[in-house]
């Protein structure tokens, strides 16, 4: 497996927030292209109606004319054979004997050149012709021949009028030489009322060549008329029909279609408008793009911003948070997370001595050594203030160890940041999981239990998460509130261990001790005091106890009385000043009190406790260094600080009735600090021997179970000063 990532991360696409703005524009884009598509599509619809109407104007109006010039030539046609047949002298002459000579003299030679008939013919009541000619002259050929059967049709209507009517028929007809208009009626006086005799039939035939088509053309303005045998596609067609209804040929006009022609004149106007039209779509479409694009961007950039630290460049804390929450899924089984919490010790101090800007820039040079020199696969990010987070992945269990040497070696140099040159402690916390199970926030909160035991815990600047930390820490924080209940009832009470004078073995002072007993029980100062210095508590309990010592020394003049001090509460730079407003509410002699300071105070901030120091003594307040021998303290810290007195640890005593060499480091010790003319208590005395050993080595006071234990007032009152001291009244 490979996580070859290191310092940056890879983070997935954008979330949910954000889209928004994203979304509108395309929206808006979408809308616009939409809007112009549609208003495409309609104008494009109407210019197709438009076009669509005109041509059938112009098609309604060609049918209509061509049905027109049709009637027109059957009417023409009838008035023709009616003027003919309808006549007396036409009558009469069928019964004379100069009736052939007549026929062809009026209806037979003006067959030649009349302009309304080609051919005429009269058939008699035994259905012979009588008069057949065409073009002026007989025809061979018999009348059946030369048209087709509807002729049988016409005549036999023709016949079957009776004169009274006087109807007279006019139809198309096929004819050898093709279609025909053809008049029929039955030859009858003018007048009515006089009854025909048998029935004489006259026919007008009318040739519909192309000389006769081209001045029907012209007659009726139709021009490109066309006559056929079949109608002709793309044209307006009529048929001719015969007397049974059936068409004999077709004439076709072509359809001038303005409409159409408009719209091919006004095409190039249309496509350009339409070119435009597109641009403008192609244009929208273009800037929706872009500004999509460039939205994207924008909102990868915020994203981007959003979960880096501004001021080092690493991930912050929902950078970092994103960045765990991605990894679990994909990857294998085995995998571990290790996540380093690393707290820069006394950034406070540093912002408050180099100034802000030195803090922000060594915060950034931090970052930058993590991310250089910190091995492949971990990730850096920087949670806030002065807490960086370092995660990192490796294939198996154990394996997360490695980097422990690897974080404290980045810390080993002093960082250079201008003319300063700092020293960077810092305190870890260390937490290990199963990569697939891994939760950020459970990560971060382990490492966080951690790093607190890192920096209040004696185990040293890196410890690493176990799980009985989180009961401990609970058990602590209920013990804080216990804690923080107590002083606001002033439960924390305080107990009196007699100090004795070496020589007379007379009592010539008391330590003031402090004593809880909380709901569960008496709870030991070792424990509460340290609870109370983590808790920030230490200030208010410390007065409180120094307020019942003074108000209780007070009641018993003469007595010395020793009160101890925790090293954060010479902190305070009104320490001296409230200690001082203490002593004067109880009227309590500054000569008669002693604080007692353990090491821990010449070995961190030295300089303020050196202050404080000096002002409690110039108060004319003792001060002792308690627990000597226990720790680290110097000769030379005891002359520095000019300490009024040096109280050994009980742990120099225990073993000295057994242990030659424990005895004689207690005498060495004693004489040692004798010699400096610091007077010395020795502290922790069980027994006789050990008392008379001190003593014979030097030791003013002793102090111990072998006088007695720590005492309430009352029974220290009792046993110790009813007879030698009278406790004021109060
Ligand atoms: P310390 O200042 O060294 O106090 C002396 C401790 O030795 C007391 O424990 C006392 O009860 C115990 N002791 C006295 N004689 C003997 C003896 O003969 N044998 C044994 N084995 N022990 C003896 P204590 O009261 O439990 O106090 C523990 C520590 O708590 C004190 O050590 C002191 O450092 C701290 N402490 C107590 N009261 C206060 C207080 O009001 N303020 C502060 N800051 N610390 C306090
Ligand atoms: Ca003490
Ligand atoms: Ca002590």
């Known amino acids: 497996m490979n996580f070859l990532m290191a310092g940056g991360a890879h983070l997935p696409p954008v979330g949910s927030s954000g889209h928004q703005k994203r979304t509108v524009l395309i929206t808006a884009v979408l809308l616009s292209l939409g809007i112009a598509g549609a208003l495409g599509a309609v104008v494009s619809g109407a210019i197709y109606s438009i076009v669509r109407t005109a041509d059938e104007l112009d098609e309604t109006r060609a049918a209509g004319a061509a049905a027109s010039a049709l009637e027109s030539l059957r009417t023409q046609m009838a008035g023709t054979v009616r003027d003919n047949a309808f006549w007396d002298e036409a009558y009469r002459q069928l019964t004379s004997a100069n009736r052939d000579a007549w026929l062809i003299e009026n209806w037979g030679f003006p067959t030649l050149d009349y302009p309304l008939y080609d051919m005429a013919l009269v058939i008699g009541p035994d259905d012979k012709p009588l008069l057949h000619y065409r073009y002026g002259k007989p025809m061979d050929v018999q009348p059946g021949e030369f048209f087709d059967s509807s002729l049988a049709r016409l005549v036999e209507r023709a016949r079957a009028a009776d004169g009274l009517q006087g109807n007279v028929y006019a139809d198309f007809i096929g004819t050898v030489q093709g279609p025909a208009l053809i008049g029929a009626a039955r030859i009858r006086p003018f007048l009515q009322g006089i009854p025909p005799p048998e029935s004489y039939i006259l026919i007008f035939e009318k040739d519909l060549d192309a000389k006769a088509i081209n001045k029907i053309a012209q007659k009726f303005n139709l021009s490109g008329l066309q006559l056929t045998d079949s109608p002709v596609e793309g044209t307006v067609t009529a048929p001719l029909e015969d007397v049974d209804g059936n068409a004999v040929g077709y004439i076709n006009l072509p359809v001038e279609r303005h409409g159409t022609q408009s719209y091919e004149r006004v095409r190039p106007l249309i496509f350009g408008a339409a070119a435009i039209l597109l641009l403008l779509i192609t244009g929208i479409g273009m800037i929706g793009l872009l500004s999509v694009r460039s939205l994207a961007k924008e909102q990868a950039r915020a994203r981007q911003n959003s979960l880096h630290d501004h001021l080092t460049g690493v991930l912050n804390r929902p950078g970092l948070s994103e960045y765990v929450e991605n990894l679990a899924p994909d990857v294998c089984s085995s995998a571990m997370i290790g996540l380093y919490l690393v707290d820069i010790d006394g950034f406070k101090a540093i912002n408050d001595l180099w100034g802000q800007q030195v803090g922000d820039k060594l915060l950034g040079a931090v970052a930058t050594r993590l991310t250089r020199d910190l091995p492949l696969g971990t990730t850096i990010s920087r949670l806030d203030g002065d807490q960086f987070a370092i995660v990192s992945l490796v294939d198996a269990a154990g394996e997360v160890s490695h980097l422990q040497s690897a974080v404290s070696e980045v810390f080993a140099e002093p960082f250079t940041i201008g003319r300063c040159e700092i020293e960077v402690g810092v305190s870890v916390g260390v937490t290990e999981t199963v990569l697939a199970r891994a939760n950020f926030h459970d990560l971060l909160r382990q490492a966080e239990m951690a790093l607190h035991q890192a920096k209040h815990g004696s185990d040293g600047a890196m410890v690493v998460f176990h799980p009985q930390m989180e009961a401990e820490l609970f058990e602590q924080a209920k013990l804080e509130q216990q804690l923080i209940d107590a002083l606001d009832r002033r439960e924390i009470k305080v107990a009196f261990q007699p100090v004795v004078d070496a020589r007379s073995g007379h009592i010539c002072g008391v330590e003031a001790l402090a004593r809880w007993t909380s709901e ?24 409180q106890i120094l307020e019942e010592t003074v108000a209780q020394g007070s009641r018993w003049p003469g007595l010395q009385i020793a009160v101890n001090v925790s090293p954060l509460q010479l902190r305070n730079r009104y320490f001296a000043g409230g200690l001082k407003a203490t002593l004067d509410k109880h009227a309590f002699e500054p000569h008669r009190l002693t604080i007692e300071l353990t090491e821990g105070v010449l070995i961190s901030n ?27 303290a110097s000769i030379g810290s005891l002359r520095q600080f000019r300490f009024d007195r040096v109280k050994l640890d009980k742990s120099l005593v225990a073993s000295i009735e057994h242990d030659a060499q424990a005895a004689e480091v207690l005498d060495a010790t004693i004489k040692l600090v004798t010699a400096l003319g610091i007077p010395v208590t020795v502290e922790g005395i069980e027994d006789r021997y050990q008392a008379e050993f001190a003593r014979d080595a030097g030791t003013h006071q002793l102090q111990g179970y072998w006088f007695s234990k720590p005492l309430s007032k009352e029974e220290l009152t009792k046993r110790f000063l009813g007879s030698s001291l009278v406790e004021r009244a109060g």
């Not at 709870?523 to 007065?543: K, N, Q, T, Y």
């Not at 409690?616 to 308690?626: F, R, S, T």
């Open 520 to 543: 569960s029980g008496p709870v030991a100062p070792d424990v509460f005091i340290p609870a109370a210095e983590r808790a920030g508590l230490i200030g208010i309990l410390g007065s």
């Open 606 to 632: 030295a300089d303020e406790a050196k202050r404080s120091i000096s002002e409690i003594k110039a108060l004319g307040i003792k001060v002792a260094l308690d627990d000597f021998g226990s720790g680290f």
